[in-house]
């Protein structure tokens, strides 16, 4: 009996330290994440084209950070062509649709709206404490550097000019 409860703690704690493992292993590549878009279709890591950098946004629609971020993100839109845009919130569907109808999202072939919704994947697989989030891949989905709360967006611009 006592073995059989010993074997029982060695799998559990086993498990969890894999677990960990697995996610640090994934530090660095752009995050396996799935989200619902305003249209009602749900949109996922794999469908972004791996030929052009990448840049994931973590906002929410109701943070006046993220929203002055926004503004100045939408101002300088075509510094942004060359990259696929994917623009991730936790907040409830109607809160995307209002945001995509207020910056015209639907306009640019390169960007991408949605929300993860309660499974925080994406918040927790970047450890986000503050927001706006950006995180800047190259075209084989490698980091190259993110920021928190503060996006100074000439210099994303600048990296994302160097890929």
């Given at each position: 009996?006592?073995?059989?409860?010993?074997?029982?703690?060695?799998?559990?704690?086993?498990?969890?330290?894999?677990?960990?493992?697995?996610?640090?292993?994934?530090?660095?590549?752009?995050?396996?994440?799935?989200?619902?878009?305003?249209?009602?279709?749900?949109?996922?890591?794999?469908?972004?084209?791996?030929?052009?950098?990448?840049?994931?946004?973590?906002?929410?629609?109701?943070?006046?950070?993220?929203?002055?971020?926004?503004?100045?993100?939408?101002?300088?839109?075509?510094?942004?062509?060359?990259?696929?845009?994917?623009?991730?919130?936790?907040?409830?569907?109607?809160?995307?649709?209002?945001?995509?109808?207020?910056?015209?999202?639907?306009?640019?072939?390169?960007?991408?709206?949605?929300?993860?919704?309660?499974?925080?994947?994406?918040?927790?697989?970047?450890?986000?404490?503050?927001?706006?989030?950006a995180a800047l891949y190259d075209k084989?989905?490698?980091i190259q550097i993110s920021y928190q709360?503060?996006?100074?967006?000439?210099?994303?611009?600048?990296?994302?000019?160097?890929?």
């Amino acid at each position: 009996m006592q073995s059989g409860i010993r074997y029982f703690i060695l799998i559990i704690v086993s498990l969890f330290f894999l677990s960990h493992i697995d996610i640090d292993a994934q530090a660095g590549k752009l995050p396996p994440f799935s989200i619902l878009q305003p249209n009602g279709k749900k949109f996922r890591a794999q469908n972004l084209p791996f030929e052009k950098p990448i840049i994931i946004i973590y906002f929410s629609p109701d943070c006046e950070d993220c929203l002055l971020f926004m503004d100045k993100f939408f101002n300088r839109i075509n510094d942004f062509n060359k990259a696929s845009v994917v623009m991730i919130t936790y907040l409830p569907i109607e809160n995307v649709a209002k945001f995509a109808v207020k910056y015209k999202t639907g306009r640019y072939k390169n960007i991408t709206v949605g929300t993860e919704g309660s499974s925080f994947f994406v918040k927790d697989y970047y450890r986000i404490m503050d927001m706006p989030f950006a995180a800047l891949y190259d075209k084989n989905g490698n980091i190259q550097i993110s920021y928190q709360k503060k996006i100074p967006i000439k210099e994303l611009i600048n990296k994302l000019q160097k890929l």
